[in-house]
């Protein structure tokens, strides 16, 4: 059976997968493969995320210095790479989950103007 395709997948705006795996690793480190499930099941299978867009995104935060990697063993005993928010990553995090509020707020005012 072909896996449903997200409605939201390739409308994300820009910044919102780098929120969302920042916001994933505050509850610890974790490798690439739960990072995505942990999106997905939370986002209750509507986001969807693909590994083209995850793995370079992983590495642009890293670069962005807003998480480390580390080398590990995973669950089923395969060498995998961990990644762990930084403190710069938490103040990003910080930062971005605001504006993110700032502008879901702006777009209901849009979208349901109040009574006048």
């Known amino acids: 059976m072909p896996r449903r395709e997200s409605p939201l997948e390739?409308?994300?705006l820009?910044?919102?997968l780098d929120m969302l795996i920042l916001?994933?690793?505050?509850?610890?480190?974790a490798h690439g493969h739960t990072?995505?499930?942990?999106i997905e099941h939370g986002s209750q299978d509507v986001l969807a995320v693909e590994h083209g867009s995850l793995y370079p995104a992983l590495h642009r935060l890293e670069d962005r210095?807003?998480?480390a990697s580390f080398w590990g063993?995973?669950?089923?005993?395969?060498?995998?790479r961990y990644y762990r928010l930084t403190p710069a990553g938490r103040k990003r995090l910080l930062a971005q989950t605001t504006r993110w509020q700032q502008l879901v707020e702006a777009?209901?005012?849009i979208l349901?103007?109040?009574?006048?």
């Open 73 to 80: 063993t995973s669950e089923n005993n395969r060498r995998a």
């Open 23 to 29: 916001q994933t690793l505050v509850l610890g480190p």
């Open 14 to 16: 820009a910044g919102t």
């Open 65 to 67: 210095g807003w998480i």
């Open 107 to 109: 777009i209901g005012r």
């Open 35 to 38: 990072i995505a499930h942990a």
């Open 10 to 12: 390739s409308e994300m």
């Open 112 to 116: 349901k103007p109040a009574e006048r």
